[in-house]
């Protein structure tokens, strides 16, 4: 009994460093210079040859890696992220080749340099031009700055169609989307003015295209008169007081945005 209990210890001792590694941590900007993505790119802490380990590979300006996969490949090879945040993609930009320094450094390494620490919303996939982003479209990830215009808020940007072709990884701006569209040039429309109880309506056609609360060109189809008015939804405008009510909610969010 007492030298089964021996092995038994014996055994626990060196299955240890197998199932409790070296802490890690992710860096803050994470990225590579030469399309080859290593731990050594990805965490701090990480040194010796596993910091050379490739986990993934960089073929355009960003990747993006899963990161459980990270997390399981470099718990193999004997180093523990704990991803206490959540992070469940992670975004390798290229830039300068972390080389595997951790930290605190090595003999002979240069030390790393200090790095942002700004959490960003950037494209989960790829979006193509006039696709409406979903809330599966969008990540939060951390990189060493935001953008002039990076949107505050998923909200924000879910629902909008974007203006032209995303890039998976990049970071989400504002001037990327526009409001769907509800109005299309040449459409016929219905036209309403109301204030104190007056409420009249009229044929218009769109002369341009509008997302619901832009001002856009209507001209009267009696009257041939060219307005101004203020999309509501499809197919329909308003002027008047109600016009200048949307527009006056619609400037401080516009104002923002830029």
């Known amino acids: 009994m007492k030298n089964f209990l021996i092995l038994t210890a014996a055994a626990l001792a060196f299955a240890t460093p197998a199932t409790a590694g070296t802490p890690v941590t992710?860096?803050?900007?994470?990225?590579?210079?030469?399309?080859?993505?290593?731990?050594?790119?990805?965490?701090?802490?990480?040194?010796?040859?596993?910091?050379?380990?490739?986990?993934?590979?960089?073929?355009?300006?960003?990747?993006?890696?899963?990161?459980?996969?990270?997390?399981?490949?470099?718990?193999?090879?004997?180093?523990?992220w704990n991803n206490a945040n959540g992070v469940r993609r992670i975004i390798v930009r290229e830039g300068a080749d972390n080389g595997g320094v951790s930290q605190g450094g090595a003999p002979g390494a240069r030390p790393t340099a200090a790095r942002g620490n700004v959490e960003v919303l950037a494209y989960a996939r790829g979006i193509a031009t006039g696709e409406v982003l979903q809330p599966e479209d969008l990540i939060w990830v951390k990189m060493a700055g935001a953008p002039f215009d990076a949107p505050r808020d998923a909200d924000a940007m879910i629902g909008m169609v974007a203006k032209r072709p995303l890039r998976e990884g990049a970071a989400a701006q504002s001037h990327d989307v526009s409001a769907a569209q509800v109005i299309k040039t040449g459409e016929l429309i219905t036209v309403t003015y109301e204030d104190d109880g007056i409420s009249l309506s009229l044929q218009g056609k769109a002369m341009t295209n509008a997302a619901a609360g832009e001002i856009f060109t209507v001209q009267n189809t009696l009257s041939k008169k060219i307005i101004q008015a203020v999309a509501t939804g499809p197919g329909a405008a308003v002027v008047g007081p109600q016009a200048q009510a949307l527009q006056a909610r619609s400037q401080p969010v516009r104002f923002a945005a830029r």
């Open 26 to 80: 992710l860096r803050m900007d994470t990225t590579d210079a030469d399309g080859r993505i290593t731990l050594g790119d990805l965490f701090d802490g990480v040194s010796g040859p596993a910091a050379n380990l490739m986990v993934g590979q960089r073929l355009g300006p960003t990747a993006v890696l899963d990161a459980g996969q990270v997390q399981v490949m470099a718990h193999r090879a004997g180093f523990d």
